[in-house]
Structures are given as C-alpha cells and as structure tokens.
C-alpha cells in the first residue's frame, strides 16, 4: 500500500498516513485531487479505480470515506478487508467510534494504525492482538479521567 | 470497554481542537492557531522548565495543526526530547511527532538516533516496537544507514517476542524498499525463511510481506521458501474454520496471509518437485471448490475475503500458465462473476479475465463470453467497469470475432464517455489493422472512426491508414472511392479531409474514369472543403492540387487559377504562400518529364511497429496490455523492420510534403508525416500558473499569463451550456517561437463533466506577432475543477513548457433570470423546504476589498447571475437569480449576499436544487469580495 487517508463527506482530512516517501507539497496535491475524484462518484458505484499508475480502493463509513492506494499487483479485495478490519479496531476501542473520536484523538487513530499496518503491510491481523498492544500500553500511562463532549455524529455503523 | 476516558486525556488539546472545530471561517482559524502557535512558541522558550506532560500536550498541537495542513518550523527540539523520557505516553507522542514531521536536520537526526537505539536495546518489547515503527515510518537513508545491520539481528534472535519480530520484519522491508542498498544479505535471510513455520501467525503475516520483496530482487537466495509457503497455504486451506481461531476472517481462514502467500509464489516459476507441484494444486484446486460452496455468512466481508483469496489463486495459475485445467476452471469462476450483482466483482472479473485472455490454454475458453462482456459494455452505470469492459474485449479479439468486436466498439464510441474515446480509437484502429484480412474492411473501419469521433482520432490514426493504403496496391482504388463518397457528405471532419487529399493525390487517377469522380469533379469537391480547413490542412491539400496537375493534365489551368489567386500567392501564412508560389511556378515551367519524375506516386514506406501501439501503450503503461505484437509489421507481407524508424520516415515523406520548399524552414508542413515515429517527449520543466485564475470568475476578458516570453489573453462568451474561448499567444521576443502547440488536459473526473475541445494553432509564432486559438466549452454536467491549457514550444534552442489553468467555471454556464418579489421567495422556500441542509450553503466570510455597493453589484453581474431589486427588505442585501445550464440538466440558483459593514464582513447563502452546485458556486463567489 503506498497510502491511506480518512477524510469526510465535505473534504476535510483526518487521518493520512504515507508509505512512500513524498514532499509536503505532492502530498497536499494528491490528497486535494483522490478527495475530489472519490466524493465525485455515486453511491453503489465499483469501489476500485484506476488513478495515475496506483489503483485507488475506498469504502464510505457513514460521514467518512477510507481509501487506500495500492499498487498493480496488489489485491484490491483484500485491501477493502484491511479498511473494514480498521473500522472494527477503531470501533472496538472507542466503543461505536464516531467522525469526532478520530478528531479528538487523532493520535490514538495513528497509534492503532501503526499496530495493524506497518510499512504499508500487514503486521498483525487479529483483532485480539491488535487491541491488547493498545491496550498495554493505555495501562502505562497515567489515567486521567476527563469526559469529553462527544457524540453528536451517527456511529460509523459497521455492516 | 470503557469508551472515553482512553489513557490521558489532554484537557487542553481537546479544548484546542474544540476551538479550531468552532471557527466560522478559514480566517478564525488561521487567527486561532497563530495565537496558539505564539503561546506554545513561548512557553518552550520560556525560563520555567516544562514538565513532560506540558511538553507532550504542546507537542501533540503541533502535530494537530500540522495535520490541518499548516506549516511547523519549530518544537522539533521538544518533541526529540520526549524520546528519551520514561514515561510511556510522552515517548509515545514524542515518536509520533518525529514520524509525521521528520526534519533532515542533521543535529537532530543524530539525537533522534541515539534515541532509538537506546530504545532498541531496551529488551522492553512497548519501547523496542516504538522505536522499530519509528523507522519503518519515516524510512529515510540516515535510518537506514545506522540501523540496517541490527534490524536483521533483532528479527531472528531467538529470544525476540513475537510482535517485536512483526515491527522488525516490516521495518526492514521499509528500508529495503527506500535503501536495498544498505540492506545487507547474510546468513539471516536464510533464518528469516523459517519464519514462515512459526507458530505465531502474525509473525507468519509479516514474514511473507518481507520474503516477497526480498524474493522479488533475488528470487535464488529465497527458493527455500516455496516449499514452506505451499505447506503452510495447504494447512490454512484445509484448516476447519475456527482452527485458526482469531486469525479466521468472517468465516475465512487467514485471508491476509493466504493471499501474501499466494503473492510469494508468484515470484517463482511453478514448482518442478511433482509432490510440491500437486500439493500446491490441489491448494488452488480446494481455493475454486470453495467458491462453488454455500456461503457460510451473508456479510459482505465474508464474500470479500473469500474472494480475495480466490482471485490471488487465480492471478497464481495465470501466472504459472501451465495447467489447462486450472486455466479453465478459473476462467469458468470469472464468467460467474461477470454477472454477479456485487459491482466490484463485475469489476475484478474483467481485469483478471483480461490477462486469462493472452493464455493459450484459456483464450478460447475466454471468448465464450463476448456477449456478457458486450452486454456490460452497453449496461453498465459505472465508466470504470465499462473501461475494464473495453479492455477485455481488446484482449479477447482475435480473427474469429474481429469484425464483431470492432462492430460493438464503434456503436460504443457514439455514446462512450469523452474520457475513454480516445482509447477506444486507438483500440479500434490497433484490431482493424491487426486482423484485416481484406483491407477495405480496415479501411472502412478507419473511416467511421473519423466520422463518429474525428476530434479523438489522433495524428498516428490517420497517418497509419495513409502508410497502409500507400503499400497495399490491392486497396488503393477502394480507398480512393471510398474517401471520395465520404467527402460527399456536407459537414465532415477536418481529419477526413486530411485523408481524403492525399489519398485522391496519389490515387485519384484510380477512380477518374467514372464521370462522378471525374479529375475536376474530384478537385471541386476537396477544394470545396478548403477555406474551412486549418493551415495544415490547406497546406495538404495544396500539395494534393500539384500531385493532381501532374494526374490530369486537363485540371491544370483550374488548378493554376486557384493557386495564383491573392489568397493563395499573397496568403499571410508563410507555408502556404510558398507553397502556392512555388507549385505554380513549377507547374508552369516544369516538363511534363519532370513533374512526373517529382510528382511520382509515394514509395512504400518502411515496416515498422504502429505508431498506433506505442501511443496505446504510453496511455495505458504497457504492463497492462496483452502483446499485440506478433502480426502488426506484415503491413505488406514484409517482415522487415526497419532500423532507422527516423531517417527512413523521413525519405518518402519529403518527397510528398516538402520537396518543393526550396528552404524549407521546420514548417507545418515539414511535420506531417515526418514526425509519425519520433517520439516528441522532452524533459524541460513545466511553468505551471494558476496566479490569475481567480480574477475570471467575473469577467471573461483579459491577460491570464505572462512570463518574460509570452503572453497569453482571454476572450470568452458563454450561451447556455456552451462557451467559446479566443487564445491569443502574443510572442513578446525578437524570435520566432517554432513547434508551437498547445493541448487542453482535464482529470479524470473532469473530462466526464466538461468537454473542451481545442481548434489546431499555428506551429509558428513570429517574433513580436500573436496569433488566435479557438477553444470550444460544453458543460455536461457541473463541475468543479478547472482544465488545463499546455503549451509547448521551441524558443531558440529550447523546448518551454507551460501550463495553465484555464479559468472555465461553473458560474460561466450561467443565464440570469429576473423574477418578482413574490416568485423570488415562493422558489426560496421551495428550496428551503425540501432541503436536504447541503442544498443550502451559507458562507460567512470578511471583505478582502473594499465593500463598495456598485463594485459588488458589477461582480455579481459578470458572476452571471441577475440583480433582483427590492426583493430583499433591507436595501443594502443583494438578491440574485439564474439558471446553471448543463447538457444533462439545469439547476435553479438563487442567492443573497448580506454585506455588514460595520463588522466589514459578508454573509452569502445559496440555494440551489443540486448540493455540488451550491457547494461549487459558494466557493466561487466567496473568493470575490
């Protein structure tokens, strides 16, 4: 995979994450261009296309579009199965996760990727082992009980 | 599990964010982070020394607006610092920040460096994975160069835990991706192979990604590994379900590792020990039979993952290529597919079909299902799978069914989107040529091409149906006829009358017996075509008028009446003036000798690969295409392949375009034919600009680029959904700009909602002169990005490449339309009532200008919509009123724009019937006060 990037049903980024090396400047630009391209396209429409020389896979979770850029050979089905395995993990550990758990904790949407996905590849598919590396490392850190407002977007509803 | 309250909480982070999420405007929000940026920025240099929860908060903003897109130039220092903290969460934050914003700041990478590898040898596995996803994140050369030896070391240490050989496995094929290089092979690579026996599955995972891009560089030193991967798939295909317990997938067992598996082999011929061999097809075999079963889930994941490993397996026993019974069985599977109600396998099928297509053991098995493959073509909604539709067909044509699949391809391109058809010309012209067997059947063929889609048919089309025409003797009188009758028809396309001139120059005579097609009426009929032809054109067409004097004597008088009129002799353009001159001072003093000698019909032309496949092949990267290569150079049954594509081409092209240039300069002319097989490609940096794009949104008029060499100036009129745009290239030097040419681009998702189509522009531009280019608009559907004017061009010795934006906006499609009060607000609520909130786009923004009343009234004019007076109760609003006018629909617009001067700030609230519109139409307008 060379790229993976959440973003919502008006544009805006939430989580992006390269796995090839490209300048702030080409980054910005292919996000601008692949939003546009994926909220272009109706509902019910195939969800693989082919962009540049990389074939562009996205699935839409209620208010956020998950798309990943795979490479020639790579199996797009699979690929749809990683964002989906994503969502559960996401979903898993906060609990229904809604568009604002990704705002309000990004870095924790970045850390679980990281557990699941390294270097574009998948590190560790269970569900299971994923969540406990996360949660080994919640126990090391000081706890801090602070309710934030959340909630006031529907749940990315996993089918 | 608890769902908030997850680890630390950052009270201030969270307010922070809160506070960019409530900003009205972009402004509001740079104002916010600047103020945060000055707080955090003061806080680290502050005296006071931060505590590790300060500094990770401060940090973790960075990141976030960082993230938001703006940029950061500080706090590197701070976030390196929380490297080497112990607590956990600090360490944490701290890796993030350096694997999103890593800075080749030499002082700093050596700290961070020192940082990992502190933690790398930290024997704790939380600290040892950190610092390992570090490295794989950021993957830089400096990384690779201080950890490239002990990565390898970590990984096949028997005393590593489990998820710590993952990360390293992963990372090292990060750094060997970035810098294969500095990866050293050793007696670990031999190690790493038995990880694919581990018992741990995620460390199997993650092995196989590392073994199939080693084994992809150096196959011999991973064969070992071929053995290992067919038993362990063996094991995971025949395991019960649950056995693999939660690496089992929706009732899948595996799937991620099944298909890296079957991805290894791929790197690998198929095996040559017989009990491998069969193991591993029966593998393949149970992977098939699987799909036959009754689903075990009804979820679409199970399908998915099911099917993701089936199409590995497939893609597998393509890549073998050896067993036919596998080869149809596969196939038999895709043609199941082909009508499955779920898109995205419709989709995959006809790719994978594709390559199946260029197996022999498969190619027949294949065609059976042309009528499927036709049928998607003509059904499907999505224009990516009718795309994968058309590749198929292409792959699948062989003799038996050419003239079927050519037949359904050119009813296709009468109603393909406009971002495919030039594809499917090239496509189209590649199967006529590739398997006529008689070639007034391929000359037909082209000939339609250039009546359904002329403006898509490129030079390398038609230049190829001449080359064949000129070496084929058994067609030139077919072709002469044929061109002749399709002249006949009153409109016809530019090409057609490319093809036609010289087709009837050098064998009209063919066809001149027939009273119809007499010499003179032949003449009348091309020159009838000529006043509405391009300089290129005409310049043809000139060269036609010669050849023809030397054909039939008895047109020569009519023929040199035309060529010594002032709109010939005294033309403004150089080639054609020297062209007329010197055809009729040849005409007039050469012998009838001599000009046979010079006029002699064209000699064959070397044999060589289509111009036509290379053209198809930068367009789609030839990796994609099957080899069409076998029978494409027996044009004239000649095999031969000529050497010097260059000098050869140029030979009999001269004779007929250019021999008569007494000092021919590079002309258009020079260019018709010579340049067929010389590929134009050239490295010079592109200028792009899009700086002036903005000031067009409400005015038509005016200069869009300018750099110290040319200028470029806009007129445009729009009438409903069509526009028309004047380019005018001004040459600003004291040089003659040559090879001038220009070619609108739109993206992807442009192309299917604008359609621009450019008129030809003169090749040279004299110093100090400009000249006009005509750009045709329609507007399809509305859209929102901009296309793209390139130029190119040789200016003294070097090749300048430009490229600009080109201001056609959604607003140009607009037609104002007055309306009373009383209909105004009745259509307002209309709107308001059936909303959808995204049909209503409301836009609170500060004056970048001046907010004056007639300024404001004259941009909402040239926005395009009309004023409506006394509409709005309070007299310093603006009311506005139109119709977006597409091909496909029309959208109602109406908006309000409510200037407060006080605040100097605006509200404008657009409803309209479609959200892209409002959407688009906000962002324009907003932009403009």
């Known amino acids: ?159 | 599990m608890p769902a908030v309250s997850k680890g630390d909480g950052m009270r201030g982070l969270a307010v922070f964010i809160s506070d960019i999420r409530n900003c009205k405007s972009k402004e509001a929000e740079v104002k916010r982070i600047n103020k945060e940026l000055a707080n955090i920025r003061s806080k680290f240099k502050g005296d006071k020394a931060l505590d590790g929860y300060s500094k990770k908060k401060y940090v973790c903003k960075l990141l976030f607006i960082f993230l938001l897109g703006h940029d950061i130039d500080f706090g590197h220092m701070e976030a390196v610092n929380l490297l080497s903290s112990n607590k956990y969460t600090e360490k944490q934050i701290g890796y993030l920040f350096i694997s999103v914003l890593v800075n080749s700041n030499s002082e700093l990478i050596r700290l961070i460096n020192n940082a990992i590898k502190n933690d790398l040898a930290s024997r704790n596995a939380t600290f040892m994975n950190l610092a390992l996803h570090c490295i794989a994140n950021v993957g830089s050369r400096e990384m690779a160069e201080a950890f490239a030896s002990d990565i390898p070391r970590i990984l096949v240490a028997g005393d590593t835990m489990d998820s710590v050989k993952q990360s390293a496995a992963l990372c090292l094929l990060r750094l060997n991706r970035t810098s294969p290089d500095l990866v050293p092979m050793g007696e670990w690579t031999a190690r790493v192979v038995h990880l694919l026996n581990d018992q741990h599955l995620g460390v199997v995972t993650a092995a196989t990604s590392l073994i199939t891009t080693l084994a992809q560089k150096s196959p011999d030193d991973f064969k070992t590994s071929v053995s290992l991967a067919v038993a362990r798939l063996s094991r995971i295909v025949t395991s019960a379900s649950i056995d693999l317990q939660d690496y089992t997938y929706y009732f899948v067992a595996a799937p991620w590792l099944s298909v890296k598996l079957l991805r290894l082999l791929q790197c690998y011929p198929p095996p040559e020990d017989a009990s491998l061999r069969s193991r591993l097809s029966e593998c393949l075999e149970t992977i098939l039979n699987k799909a036959q079963e009754p689903p075990k889930s009804k979820k679409v994941q199970h399908s998915n993952a099911k099917n993701a490993v089936l199409f590995e397996a497939i893609a597998l026993i393509i890549h073998h290529d050896s067993e036919p019974n596998l080869l149809v069985r596969a196939c038999n599977q895709l043609g199941q597919f082909l009508q499955h109600r779920e898109t995205n396998l419709r989709y995959l099928a006809l790719e994978s079909m594709c390559t199946l297509a260029s197996s022999e053991f498969s190619h027949e098995a294949v065609k059976t299902h042309i009528e499927t493959v036709i049928s998607a073509l003509k059904t499907e909604r999505d224009v990516s799978v009718r795309q994968r539709a058309v590749d198929l067909l292409y792959a699948m044509c062989d003799r038996s069914n050419s003239k079927q699949i050519v037949a359904e391809m050119l009813s296709y391109l009468e109603t393909a989107d406009y971002s495919i058809r030039e594809e499917i010309v090239l496509k189209v012209a590649i199967l006529a040529e590739k398997y006529a067997v008689d070639y007034t059947w391929y000359v037909d063929t082209i000939l339609n091409l250039i009546r359904i889609a002329g403006d898509y048919v490129s030079e390398e089309v038609w230049y190829r149906v001449i080359q064949i025409v000129i070496n084929r003797d058994d067609v030139q009188g077919y072709a002469a006829k044929t061109v002749f009758e399709a002249l006949q028809a009153p409109a016809c396309h530019e090409n057609l009358v490319k093809v036609g001139g010289y087709i009837l120059g050098e064998f009209g005579n063919l066809i001149a017996g027939d009273p119809r097609s007499s010499p003179l009426v032949q003449f009348n009929l091309l020159h009838s075509k000529f006043h509405l032809c391009s300089v290129p054109t005409r310049a043809l067409l000139l060269s036609a008028y010669i050849k023809f004097i030397n054909l039939f004597p008895e047109v020569k008088g009519t023929i040199q009446d035309v060529l010594r009129s002032d709109s010939q002799l005294r033309n403004a353009d150089v080639e054609l003036q020297q062209r007329a001159v010197e055809y009729l001072r040849l005409s007039c003093i050469a012998s009838t000798d001599i000009l046979a000698t010079v006029l002699e019909e064209m000699p064959p032309f070397p044999e060589r690969e289509s111009s036509i496949l290379a053209k198809l092949k930068k367009k789609k990267g030839s990796s994609k295409l099957p080899d069409m290569d076998d029978s494409r150079k027996n044009v004239n049954g000649s095999a031969e392949h000529a050497e010097d594509a260059e000098v050869a081409s140029k030979v009999p092209s001269h004779t007929f375009t250019d021999n008569l240039s007494v000092n021919s300069a590079p002309s258009s002319g020079a260019s018709l034919l010579v340049d067929v097989f010389s590929d134009f490609s050239s490295a010079a940096p592109t200028e792009s600009s899009d700086e002036h794009f903005p000031r067009f949104v409400c005015k038509n008029n005016g200069v869009i680029y300018e750099n110290q060499l040319l200028q470029i100036g806009l007129k445009s009129e729009y009438r409903q959904n069509l526009g028309r745009m004047y380019v005018f290239y001004g040459n600003k030097t004291s040089t003659q700009f040559q090879s001038f040419s220009t070619s609108v681009s739109s993206n992807d998702v442009l192309c299917s909602h604008l359609n621009v189509q450019e008129k030809p522009v003169d090749p040279l531009i004299e110093a100090g002169a400009q000249v006009q280019q005509i750009l045709n608009i329609e507007c399809v559907s509305d859209f929102s990005d901009a296309p793209v004017l390139n130029i190119q061009f040789r200016y003294g010795g070097t090749l300048q490449n430009i490229a600009v934006k080109l201001p056609v906006m959604l607003n140009k499609f607009f037609q104002p339309t007055e309306m009373t009060s009383q209909d105004f607000f009745q259509r307002w609520k209309q709107l308001g009532a059936v909303i959808s909130p995204q049909q209503e786009v409301q836009k609170i923004f500060i004056a970048k200008n001046q907010m004056d009343t007639d300024v404001t009234k004259a941009k909402l004019l040239g926005f395009g919509v009309a004023l409506l007076d006394g509409v709005d109760p309070n007299p310093v609003n603006f009311v506005g009123a139109g119709i977006i006018h597409t091909k496909t629909t029309q959208v109602g617009c109406l908006l309000r724009l409510e200037p407060n001067t006080q605040a100097q700030m605006y509200r404008l609230t657009l409803r309209t019937s479609k959200e892209s519109v409002s959407q688009r139409l906000c962002e324009l307008l907003s932009e403009q006060f």
Not at chain 1, 46 to 61: A, G, P, Q
Not at chain 1, 131 to 148: C, G, S
């Open chain 1, 1 to 159: 995979m060379q790229f993976m990037l959440l973003f919502s049903r008006q544009g805006k980024l939430r989580l992006q994450k390269w796995y090839v090396p490209l300048s702030d400047k080409e980054k910005k630009k292919i996000t601008r261009e692949l939003v546009q391209t994926v909220l272009a396209r109706k509902p019910k429409m195939c969800s693989f296309l082919e962009w540049r020389d990389l074939k562009i896979v996205y699935k839409r979770y209620a208010s956020l579009y998950f798309c990943c850029a795979i490479e020639d050979q790579d199996n797009e089905l699979i690929t749809l199965e990683i964002i989906h395995r994503y969502v559960e993990l996401l979903d898993k550990y906060f609990g229904s996760v809604c568009e604002l758990d990704i705002i309000f904790n990004f870095e924790k949407a970045y850390f679980i990727l990281d557990e699941f996905l390294l270097g574009g590849e998948a590190q560790e598919t269970s569900k299971k082992n994923v969540l406990k590396a996360i949660e080994q490392a919640d126990l090391l850190q000081e706890y801090i009980n602070d309710k934030l407002s959340r909630s006031v977007l529907p749940p990315l509803c996993l089918q």
